[in-house]
């Protein structure tokens, strides 16, 4: 773009800029003339898509900023109005972030200007408690201001319909082009008043529903280290433990109370490294049951256990397989599902359980909406235990449910890892990795899947590849997608861009056969040479 043409653009975002942080950021660049950072921010648009928006927070359309929500939620109105809602329901949360509150107010603005009724939840809370409320109140679209677990410069929008469960296609694309629609801030009402501020009626309802994921009478007696991760989960998740009757959880304290900073880890995430270190460090002090850990939003649940003499994280297949197993010996009845990307595992106990079982699409959009849903769960940290409260994954809930598993192991003098042998005997062990590449130049991703595509793999870590699929040109059950599938003897490899963060993802996993309990040892050992041959063979297929 030519200097003057930039500098247009970026005056005329100015002059309508509501947020004087953003418009002092932007006239300091204009100043400057900062080509390079200007033409970061005004070479397109955050774009809408099934995740809703994402992005780091600034001045500018390729930026998070009270701008681009209002120009969303302007879009958001009016496709609600074309669907015929036109004085619905729209029910607002936000998590504790830099500008969530006031992104959570604009929204609340724009649905009143555009004449439908708006109300707001009364403080930051748990992305599933607005899941929950948008179901709960019969609203036409629910709104959480959210970036889940990235960085601390990052903030998002979420986006829910009238049934609880978050947008697919082709929705997504009907709002984004209302969104585009949207020519000028000047031309969207936003009112100061005249939306409803919730109180604590929603999130007492959202409470207790939570202990009907509990079995009556069943044991109580885990005991827990808990974080937060700095979001919002502390406050819910210590009511409903204290509902449902269990130890109240030893506190990470130095995590537990909302700061936008997040000051004691690199990501906000219990799956990146050293996220959970201070939890370790307060269960090495308090030799607890189980350590739990919500994200910064409180949708996704994290568990670690005691393996030796020290704590290690469980994966999300993990836990994914622990609760299905005890929802099966609670006599579950319905369908079990899961993303593409998670282990196999839950098909055989789905199968051997005479449940139907479902796969789908990588995203809670696509899990809550199979039909006869009764557990979904998705390998990174994501469970969805009570479908028919929260259609979405629920990390207060989830955490109940693996507290009460680990409460009646205890009382049969057995743990979680116990009950994962268990498994391994019966269905094989199911060892999963993931092959995840952080980038700075998406092109980067571009530039990997198309040597997968053109060049696919014959073998990796010599096992021979039965069959390569694309997935962008959809499957039997599957609608169309970007990403790549590997059938190995013995493993399974899927490769695709995140939805969410730049990233390239490879999920893998291999099936190793074991007769007894004494060979779990010898299959564990197998199953992790495979998996780093594989993931070795796959950076130098995909050239990352």
């Known amino acids: 773009m030519q200097d003057d043409a930039l500098i247009a653009q970026a005056q005329a975002w100015l002059a309508e800029d509501p947020d004087p942080d953003t418009r002092e950021e932007l006239a300091r660049l204009i100043d400057a003339g900062d080509h390079a950072e200007l033409t970061a921010r005004f070479s397109g648009t955050l774009q809408f898509g099934t995740a809703g928006l994402r992005g780091e927070l600034g001045a500018g359309p390729l930026r998070m900023n009270r701008s681009v929500v209002i120009r969303a939620a302007a879009g958001l109105a009016a496709y609600l109005k074309k669907q015929g809602h036109t004085d619905g329901l729209v029910v607002i949360g936000y998590d504790a972030r830099h500008k969530s509150q006031t992104f959570a107010q604009d929204t609340a603005a724009v649905m009143t200007g555009a004449g439908l009724r708006a109300a707001v939840l009364n403080r930051p809370l748990p992305t599933p408690v607005l899941a929950f409320a948008t179901r709960h109140l019969g609203a036409v679209a629910g709104v959480e201001v959210t970036a889940s677990h990235n960085p601390p410069r990052d903030n998002g929008y979420k986006v829910y319909l009238g049934d609880g469960s978050q947008i697919v296609p082709p929705a997504d694309a009907e709002i984004a082009a209302e969104i585009d629609a949207v020519a000028s801030l000047t031309t969207v009402p936003r009112p100061t008043e005249g939306w409803e501020t919730l109180d604590d009626t929603v999130l007492d309802a959202y409470l207790a529903r939570t202990t009907h994921v509990l079995a009556e009478n069943s044991p109580r007696t885990a005991r827990t280290v808990y974080t937060a991760m700095h979001g919002v989960g502390k406050d819910t998740l210590l009511a409903a433990f204290e509902r449902a009757g269990f130890p109240a959880p030893a506190l990470v304290t130095e995590q537990a109370d909302p700061d936008p900073e997040f000051p004691t880890v690199a990501f906000p995430n219990p799956e990146e490294p050293g996220a959970m270190d201070l939890a370790f460090a307060k269960a090495r002090e308090t030799d607890p049951d ?133 498994l391994a005997v019966e269905h094989g062990l199911h060892a999963t990795d993931q092959l995840s590449v952080r980038v700075k130049d998406l092109g980067l991703i571009a530039s990997a899947m198309r040597r997968l595509r053109e060049q696919p793999p014959t073998e990796l870590a010599g096992l021979r590849v039965t069959r390569a699929e694309d997935l962008t040109e959809g499957t039997e059950k599957l609608p169309p997608t970007d990403g790549l599938r590997y059938t190995l003897e013995g493993a399974r490899v899927i490769v695709r861009p995140s939805g969410t963060e730049p990233k390239l993802k490879c999920y893998l996993e291999v099936v190793v056969p074991v007769a007894a309990r004494a060979g779990l040892p010898e299959a564990r050992t197998r199953a992790t040479a495979l998996l780093g041959r594989i993931k070795q063979d796959l950076s130098e297929a995909a050239g990352i």
């Open 290 to 422: 189980l350590v739990i850990a919500n994200d910064p939003d409180a949708d996704r649940c994290a568990a670690a256990v005691k393996d030796g003499a020290d704590w290690r994280m469980l994966r999300g297949d993990e836990v994914g397989a622990l609760l299905a197993a005890h929802l099966v010996r609670r006599g579950a009845t319905g369908t079990f599902a899961e993303s593409i990307v998670s282990s196999s595992l839950l098909g055989r106990i789905a199968e051997k359980a005479g449940l139907p079982y479902e796969e789908t699409l990588t995203g809670f959009k696509w899990i809550a909406r199979v039909e006869g849903l009764r557990y979904g769960y998705e390998e990174a940290l994501g469970y969805c235990v009570d479908p028919d409260g929260v259609r979405d994954k629920d990390g207060i809930t989830a955490a109940l449910l693996l507290t009460e598993l680990a409460s009646e192991l205890k009382e049969d003098g057995r743990t979680l890892l116990d009950l994962l042998d268990d």
